[in-house]
């Protein structure tokens, strides 16, 4: 599987954002995709996750209420609707693929990963 990321850019604080990530490759419609971010100088931490059925998510609390993970299995892409952003959400962000039917949460279970999109947030 192979993803790639796009959408990334510089955003007002308060300013939305969606980014996509398209999958190519086997059975990718089948996987769970998550959505992972790093800032600079810290650890790269989960953000979003959804099931390969498009049924069920899960945010980490930082962005619950303003994140929004979706898929569109048809065009073979995930996307992340960011809202309300503020300048703590500057980070890459990178798109994930697991072979699992749950919605992990840390990156050693996700297999495939995209290359990231750099996101600004300006105050």
């Known amino acids: 599987v192979q993803l790639q990321a796009s959408g990334g850019g510089l955003v007002q604080a308060g300013g939305s954002r969606r980014l996509s990530c398209a999958a190519s490759?086997?059975?990718?419609?089948?996987?769970?995709m998550g959505w992972f971010r790093q800032a600079p100088g810290k650890e790269r931490e989960f953000a979003a996750a959804?099931?390969?059925?498009?049924?069920?998510?899960y945010n980490q609390d930082a962005v619950k209420g303003r994140f929004t993970i979706s898929r569109d299995n048809a065009k073979n892409t995930v996307y992340l609707q960011m809202n309300s952003l503020e300048p703590e959400d500057t980070a890459v962000y990178y798109c994930?693929?697991?072979?699992?039917?749950?919605?992990?949460?840390?990156?050693?279970?996700?297999?495939?990963w995209g290359q990231g999109t750099q996101v600004t947030v300006s105050s």
């Open positions: 994930a693929a697991a072979s699992r039917v749950d919605l992990p949460t840390t990156r050693p279970l996700y297999e495939y």
């Open positions: 490759g086997r059975s990718r419609s089948r996987h769970t």
């Open positions: 959804i099931s390969w059925s498009g049924s069920t998510t």
